[in-house]
């Protein structure tokens, strides 16, 4: 089954896109941006876009029923590498204990204010005792 997941972002209306799409036990988290979709605004700090991108990361995963627990990939996209080390921090909280495969990648962003983009890949994890009852 395939479920569709929005932020509110006028972004996604506007270029057709899903803040996440949640395909059976898979959750994919579109490229993620920091900025405060209630407001429209953005920090001019990539720390602060950082933290900002995680929390909405973390409402579609939330959404998707799903948690920073269930990510396997993640892609970090930063105009100026040099500025990845000062998110450091941020993705640390998130992704420090989950340890997913990651990948930083040097890129142009749509628009000049955004100084890091963060895409994922979840999956959904089984219930622990239902899979103990498929090896029975």
Request: charged share 25%.
């Given at each position: ?9 006028s ?5 057709g896109y899903?803040?996440a ?5 898979w ?6 941006t920091?900025f ?13 876009q ?7 990361i ?5 959404e ?9 990939r993640?892609?970090?996209l930063?105009?100026?590498a040099?500025d990845?080390?000062?998110c ?6 998130a992704?420090?204990e989950v340890?997913?495969a990651?990948?930083?990648m040097?890129?142009?962003l749509a628009?000049?204010r955004m ?8 999956r959904?994890?089984?219930?622990p ?6 090896n029975?």
């Amino acid at each position: 089954m395939r479920r569709l997941i929005s932020s509110g972002s006028s972004f996604e209306a506007q270029i057709g896109y899903s803040r996440a799409v949640v395909d059976g036990d898979w959750v994919f988290v579109s490229g993620t941006t920091g900025f405060d979709y209630a407001d429209m605004t953005i920090s001019d700090d990539v720390a602060v876009q950082a933290e900002q991108a995680l929390k909405n990361i973390a409402a579609a995963l939330t959404e998707a029923g799903a948690s920073f627990a269930d990510v396997v990939r993640v892609h970090y996209l930063l105009p100026d590498a040099a500025d990845f080390e000062a998110c450091w921090p941020a993705l640390g909280r998130a992704f420090g204990e989950v340890r997913p495969a990651a990948t930083m990648m040097q890129v142009g962003l749509a628009d000049p204010r955004m100084k890091i983009e963060i895409e994922v890949t979840a999956r959904l994890r089984l219930d622990p005792l239902s899979s103990l009852d498929d090896n029975v």
